[in-house]
Structure formats: structure tokens, C-alpha cells
């Protein structure tokens, strides 16, 4: 894909927005995807819709089944990665990427797609609507999924589900187009920025955290960037504590 000289507007052309819902939060220690969500923006308008239950070939843990609903006999049966790897690059192909806290999934499709000995093209683009929605929404509250489609009016029918989740991202990301480049190429730039200064903003905070100078109480105007659309748009950074807050119902 040749992102400098775009036919269209980035926003009028071919996208797939991507979610995945996985049994936890690092795929380098074993973490795997138990759904796999695509959906396919054309011209600005929904063109396809793709979702599958994967068998993740590991427990499934009590937590997963508490955030999304699924279950281990949901996915007993259900097809491997590796399995609708290609139905998943071929629908892909061609398409800008799009994901809410892009890294997050982009980490688990990587690895499933090593697994399966394939990989994504060469020329794959992504596009983080968290990144966009962090500066255009600075200071309006948090930055869950469902908290920045509530301010845009978007639509969140079943959270925490991949296809529900990757459609509502997209719908995300084009409720914000206005506010954006139409140029694709200033619109990495830009995404390129002010990625690198959320980052900067967040190093300090992390470098306290690091020191154990956080208490466990929610701190409601710290840093926010959801872990990830599918596990579970929380604003907290640190797994553990994460988990912890969540436990004890502080979440």
C-alpha cells in the first residue's frame, strides 16, 4: 500500500478494524486469543463483518469468562488460530489497520500468525483511534472504549465482545476523521507525535510506580490508556495492580 500518494482520503478508503479478546495480558508467556473480530469499512460504511471463537489450546481462565462471557465449552470445538489464519490475512489484505490501543492486539496477532508460521504483510499500517481520541478528548475523563463512544455518540451494544468492539473502534475513529489530516501520510506523522508525547507524559508516573510511590486508590486524573479493548478498557497501566483493583471491586 502506497501511503504517500492515497487515491482517497485515508478515512474513504479500505479499513479493517481489528479486536481480539484473549485469556490475559502477555502473549510471550503463553497468553493466548480466544476471539478474533474484523470488521471492514469501505467508503465510510460498514462492508463486512467477521468474527470467530478460537480454541486458545489452554485453559481458558475464570477471569476471561467474567469479562467476556465466554466460556470454556464456548470454545471447546472451535477452531485454532492457525485454522482461520489465512481466512484472517486474505480478508486484511489490501487495508489499513485499525485497533483501539493498537499495540495490544497487534502483539497477540503477531505471535498467533508466528505460530501458524504466517505473518502480516510487509506493508501493514496501523491506526490507534486511542492515540487520536487522547489528545481531541484531553481532559474530558477516561479513555475506555466505551467512555470515548459515549462522548461521540457511538454506539457499544456487547462490550468486550471482538466484532461488537472492533465496530464500535471504527466508528471511533471516523466520528474523529473531521478533526484529523485527510492525507494518510500526515496522519501517521501525526500519530507518530503525538503517540511519542502520551509516552513522555506517562514516564514519569511509571518511574514513580517503579519507586512504589502509588498507592492502590484510583487515581482518577492519572495517566489512562486502556490495556487493551479486550481485556478489559481499563485505565490502569500496571497489570498487577490492575488485577488487584479489580478483585477487590475497586475497578
Known amino acids: 500500500m502506497d501511503h504517500d500518494a492515497p487515491t482517497v482520503p485515508w478515512h474513504q ?95 497477540f496477532v503477531v505471535e498467533e500468525l508466528a505460530r501458524a508460521s504466517r505473518s502480516l504483510p510487509d506493508s501493514a499500517i496501523w491506526l490507534d483511534p486511542l492515540v487520536f481520541a487522547k489528545e481531541i478528548q484531553r481532559g474530558q475523563g477516561n479513555m475506555k472504549l466505551g467512555t470515548v463512544a459515549r462522548r461521540l455518540g457511538v454506539p457499544l451494544d456487547e462490550a468486550h465482545r471482538a466484532t461488537a468492539d472492533a465496530e464500535c473502534a471504527g466508528w471511533i475513529l471516523l466520528a474523529l476523521a473531521d478533526e484529523l489530516p485527510a492525507e494518510l501520510s500526515e496522519l501517521l506523522d501525526l500519530q507518530e507525535r503525538w503517540g511519542a508525547k502520551q509516552q513522555a507524559e506517562r514516564a514519569p508516573w511509571r518511574s514513580r510506580r517503579r519507586r512504589g510511590a502509588l498507592s492502590l486508590a484510583v487515581d482518577t486524573d492519572g495517566p489512562r490508556n486502556g490495556l487493551g479493548p479486550s481485556y478489559p478498557h481499563s485505565n490502569e497501566l500496571d497489570p498487577v495492580r490492575h488485577m488487584f483493583l479489580r478483585g477487590t471491586g475497586r475497578l
Open 13 to 107: 478508503g479500505p479499513l479493517a478494524v481489528i479486536d481480539t479478546e484473549t485469556t490475559g495480558l502477555n502473549p510471550d508467556q503463553g497468553d493466548r486469543i480466544v476471539e478474533l473480530g474484523v470488521v471492514l469499512f469501505d467508503s465510510g460504511e460498514i462492508s463486512d463483518r467477521w468474527g470467530v471463537l478460537i480454541d486458545p489450546e489452554r485453559p481458558l481462565p475464570a477471569d476471561t469468562t467474567r469479562i467476556t462471557g465466554i466460556k470454556p465449552e464456548d470454545v471447546a470445538g472451535q477452531p485454532r488460530f492457525a485454522d482461520v489464519a489465512d481466512c484472517f490475512l486474505e480478508l486484511i489484505a489490501g487495508r489499513l489497520l485499525v485497533a483501539y490501543n493498537a499495540s495490544f492486539d497487534q502483539v
